[in-house]
């Protein structure tokens, strides 16, 4: 997640303010992950910017423990559901079930009835159960046997998944994919944040235990709130607007895409470039604020056409192309 890091500074924490606290959640979230800071600020965003956020990378790379301890810097309930082949819709969402004392059904929530739902492993059950989550995502509610009930405010997904290429696994569906804000790859960390890993090991450190290794909360419910407030509030001129929607153009234009960026994932991409500005004490958001989300937000949008997946053609690759082509406004 080198993107997020690409010319750009973290917010200043000189003054106790907002801005202060996001950057001590990643010195808390520091205590128990090594080297994901680039996830750990994507996380931010996309809590900030309201999204939803996916998370690759093969097992072992601390995807879980990232999202575990993030929920519990900013005091946020967190529900962990294992998807697995068998998983069914209802043990996602909840069912209705039947009381023989009052001789009625009653409705029984599910797991995703909470701030962050940790869908782990999201890519390992049938795209059925995968769609269960759409409404959540998108409407923020739930509708089960005609009744429509509202999700706990802020909500957020977050899925791991593993490559495509593993086995056991299945694609995610496309109305599904354009639901997450970003996706986060994970890759495996260098060498002396590995022996960081191994040394805290060492030391004790049990990653069931976030408590005992000392991650304690930092912002609550409402600063999250008031955060998101003045995210909202970060200006965009017309040239920058406009340079996002070139971008998205050029990456319908390109001649290894089949489906290019939709007009939902520029909406995306201007919110989570407002969420990264604000965090770094911008009051309106600059290409170079564009160019850095670009990838994390984008990379899961593009349909590659057949011929280009298989000469290794990525999203990455052409989104690259495209920042390179579109010219930049002054």
């Known amino acids: ?24 959640v990643r010195s808390e979230v520091g205590k128990a992950v090594v080297g994901q800071d680039g996830a750990v600020t ?17 097992p072992g790379v601390a995807k879980t423990l990232l999202v575990r301890t993030l929920s519990r810097t900013l005091q946020l309930d967190t529900k962990r559901i294992q998807f697995t082949p068998d998983l069914m819709p209802g043990d996602v969402t909840g069912s209705l079930v039947y009381d023989a004392r009052s001789g009625e059904f009653d409705f029984r929530a599910g797991p995703v009835f909470t701030n962050i739902l940790l869908a782990d492993e999201i890519n390992r059950t049938p795209p059925k159960t995968q769609s269960a989550l759409l409404e959540a995502m998108e409407e923020r509610q739930i509708s089960v046997d005609g009744a429509t009930r509202m ?18 696994t299945y694609t995610l569906p496309e109305a599904q994919l354009d639901r997450f804000l970003m996706k986060l790859v994970l890759d495996i960390p260098g060498r002396e944040h590995e022996l960081e890993v191994l040394t805290r090991s060492a030391a004790g450190f049990n990653p069931r235990n976030l408590e005992g290794a000392g991650v304690t909360p930092v912002l609550s419910v409402e600063q999250l709130a008031s955060a998101q407030r003045e995210v909202a509030t970060v200006r965009a001129s017309a040239d920058v607007l406009a340079y996002i929607v070139d971008l998205a153009r050029g990456t319908r234009q390109s ?51 057949p011929e280009a997946e298989l000469e290794g053609v990525s999203g990455d690759t052409i989104l690259r192309a495209v920042l390179q082509q579109v010219q930049v406004p002054i």
Do not use: C
Request: proline share 8%; charged share 15%.
């Open 151 to 168: 999700l706990p405010v802020p909500f957020m997904v977050a899925a791991t998944m593993n490559p495509i290429e593993y086995e056991g």
């Open 42 to 58: 994507g996380l931010i965003i996309a809590l900030l910017a309201g999204g939803h956020v996916l998370l690759e990378g093969v």
């Open 255 to 305: 001649p290894s895409v089949k489906l290019g960026v939709s007009p939902r994932g520029t909406t995306a991409l201007l919110g989570a470039v407002k969420a990264w500005a604000w965090l770094g004490g911008f009051d309106a958001i600059t290409p170079d604020h564009v160019q850095a989300m670009a990838l994390p937000v984008w990379r899961h949008r593009l349909q590659l056409r």
């Open 1 to 24: 997640m080198t993107e997020l890091h690409s010319g750009l500074s973290p917010a200043h924490t000189d003054a106790p303010d907002l801005r202060g606290a996001f950057a001590r």
